[in-house]
C-alpha cells in the first residue's frame, strides 16, 4: 500500500517568506509526527498529533511554526518569517496510533537564502 | 530529559567484516529501543528494536540487545555487505511517550 509522502520534496525560498510543508499519512494511521534532521542537530522531534489535536508540540523550536491536521489525516507544517537556520530536510512520519512503529516518508528539504 | 548517544562516524569497512556501532541512552523508566536505517535517497525505515531489558531484536543479519545496566543497545553485524551502506539512527521512546528521541546517526560505508 502506499507509504507516508511529502510535498514538495525540496523548497527553496527567501529568508523572511512563509513555507507551507504538507504531509499525507498511511490511511488508517491515527498518530503523525513531525520531525526535523539538520546537520547541527541530528534528528529533532518537532510535534506529535493523535487525531486531529496535537498532545504534545514541545519541540517546536519557536512561534513561527506552527502545524495542523485536519480530518484526522493530512497535516501541514507552517514555518512564518523563515530563517537561514530554518534550513533542514522535515520528516514526517505516521503510525496506527501513539507508541506504535512509526513509518517515515521521504522528507521535504527547505533550503532558506 | 532523555537522550541517545551514538558512536561518532563515520565508519568505513571492507565487505564481510564485523560492523560494531555503539549506542547508550539516557531515560527515566524503561524504555523502548530502536535502529533506523537511512539508505542514500531514501526515508528512515525502522531495521529492528526491542522493548525491554535483555530483549535482542535482529533483523537482516542486524542484531542488537537491550542491556538495561550498561544503558546500552550497540547494533552488530557479523559480516556487512556494499549494500549496507547507509546511516544508521539509534533512538528511544519513552514508555509512556510517543515521540522518539534519536542519536546523532552513523554513516557506514561498505567498500568491495
Known amino acids: 500500500g502506499a507509504g507516508v509522502s511529502q510535498s514538495p520534496s525540496n523548497k527553496v525560498t527567501e529568508k523572511g517568506k512563509d513555507v507551507e510543508l504538507r504531509c499525507d499519512p498511511i490511511?488508517?494511521?491515527?498518530?503523525l509526527y513531525w520531525y526535523r534532521q539538520s546537520l547541527g542537530q541530528g534528528l529533532e522531534f518537532l510535534i506529535y498529533f493523535q487525531g486531529n489535536s496535537a498532545p504534545d508540540k514541545s519541540g517546536l523550536p519557536s512561534d513561527r511554526f506552527s502545524a495542523e491536521r485536519t480530518g484526522g489525516s493530512v497535516s501541514t507544517l507552517t514555518i512564518q518569517r523563515t530563517q537561514q537556520e530554518d534550513s533542514a530536510v522535515y520528516l514526517c512520519a505516521s503510525s496506527l496510533k501513539g507508541g506504535n512503529e512509526q513509518f517515515f516518508g521521504p522528507g521535504t528539504r527547505l533550503t532558506v537564502l | 530529559g532523555n537522550s541517545v548517544t551514538q558512536m561518532e562516524g563515520p565508519v568505513t569497512l571492507s565487505e564481510e567484516a564485523f560492523l560494531t556501532i555503539n549506542c547508550t541512552y539516557t531515560a527515566t523508566g524503561y524504555p523502548s529501543l530502536f535502529w533506523y536505517v537511512q539508505y542514500p535517497g531514501e526515508g528512515l525505515q525502522l531495521l529492528l528494536k526491542a522493548t525491554k531489558a535483555d530483549d535482542k531484536g535482529s533483523n537482516k543479519g542486524f542484531e542488537a540487545t537491550y542491556r538495561k545496566e550498561t544503558t546500552s543497545f550497540h547494533l552488530e553485524k557479523g559480516s556487512v555487505q556494499v549494500s549496507d551502506s547507509a546511516v544508521y539512527f539509534c533512538a528511544l521512546r519513552e514508555t509512556s511517550g510517543s515521540r522518539l528521541t534519536f542519536g546523532e546517526g552513523t554513516q557506514l560505508t561498505v567498500n568491495p
Open positions: 490511511s488508517g494511521h491515527t498518530a
